[in-house]
């Protein structure tokens, strides 16, 4: 089963650092979900994956090896992202036909019935494809690759929520009947969250967090009451969120039990609302933000 690994990997571009001192394993075959706020560092770490350039010091592999120009390896990578696939003169047939003779494990046969599902013109140039088709176009790709490792960066702009239900399943679908590792990055958390068996989340190119889909759901806990109260029994403990109002406070903790919660209110949050909480940021009276 394939293995990636991240070893305080740094990538900087001029003087802005996009991933800093990052370090992860991801292995398995399993459905992984990468969040994060836009600029976290992201689609860095996926570029970096697909061999698209090399990171400025750590180091980072798959299987031992690293991706930057390593043919072999890459062969068994495929990125789909929001945008830039395809050369847009191409027709939809040839971007078909040049994927399955770099892809060594291409399901001919799928692509063209995926053709059919999404409805696409096979003699259509990439560049007249609509946001919504070129999506499509992108999902074909990634799903019929049934490369070891598939990517999926935001694959889903411009189309509608029937499509978007029609990609989750298809994604299931290749996953249980083809099982290998699948990275799907998105803001649309609560859409396929279902899906996740592990989340990693990025923050300010770091790692903030990384867990199975349940641990994230069963390790957390949201309490709400007074300021004191809240205080006083929080007080030393894992907290990831904060705020308050009006006298009463709200904290997420993380990996805490809490056995006697007295008055509070004690309540858990969806993956979607826990990423929120777990990236939200406040502004101070400067003007500056700090993460909560």
């Known amino acids: 089963m394939m293995e990636i690994k991240a070893v305080n990997v740094r990538k900087q571009y001029q003087k802005e650092v996009a991933l800093d001192d990052l370090t992860i394993t ?54 789909i992202m929001e945008s830039n696939n395809f050369h847009e003169k191409f027709r939809v047939k040839d971007i078909l036909n040049i994927s399955a003779n770099f892809y060594p494990n291409w399901d001919n046969e799928y ?26 176009l992108g999902i074909i790709v990634g799903l019929a690759s049934n490369a070891s490792l598939t990517i999926f960066d935001e694959p889903y702009i411009g189309l509608d929520a029937s499509f978007r ?5 298809l994604l299931l679908e290749t996953y249980q009947n083809n099982p290998r590792m699948i990275i799907l990055s998105t803001h649309l958390i609560d859409e396929v969250s279902r899906l996740f068996e592990e989340v990693a989340i990025l923050h300010e190119g770091k790692l903030m967090l990384h867990d199975t ?19 006083q029994l929080t ?36 993956l979607q609302e826990l990423f929120v909480y777990l990236t939200k940021e406040e502004v101070n009276k400067n003007g500056t933000t700090n993460q909560i």
């Open 26 to 79: 991801l292995e398995g075959n399993k459905i992984i979900g990468l969040l994060g706020k836009n600029g976290a560092g992201k689609t860095t770490l996926m570029r970096l994956l697909a061999g698209h350039f090399s990171n400025s010091s750590g180091q980072l592999t798959i299987d031992n090896k690293s991706p930057f120009n390593n043919y072999p390896v890459l062969r068994e990578v495929c990125l």
């Open 111 to 136: 692509a063209n019935h995926l053709v059919n599902v999404f409805r696409l013109n096979i003699n259509q140039k990439a560049k007249t494809l609509s946001k919504g088709m070129y999506s499509a």
């Open 165 to 169: 239900s029609t990609f989750y399943d």
């Open 213 to 231: 889909a349940d641990n994230f759901e069963r390790k957390h806990l949201i309490l709400t009451g007074s300021k004191e109260e809240v205080d």
């Open 235 to 270: 007080s030393g403990r894992n907290i990831i969120h904060s705020s308050s109002i009006m006298g009463q406070k709200t904290v997420v903790l993380y990996n805490e039990d809490i056995t006697d919660s007295g008055n509070l209110k004690v309540s858990k949050a969806s």
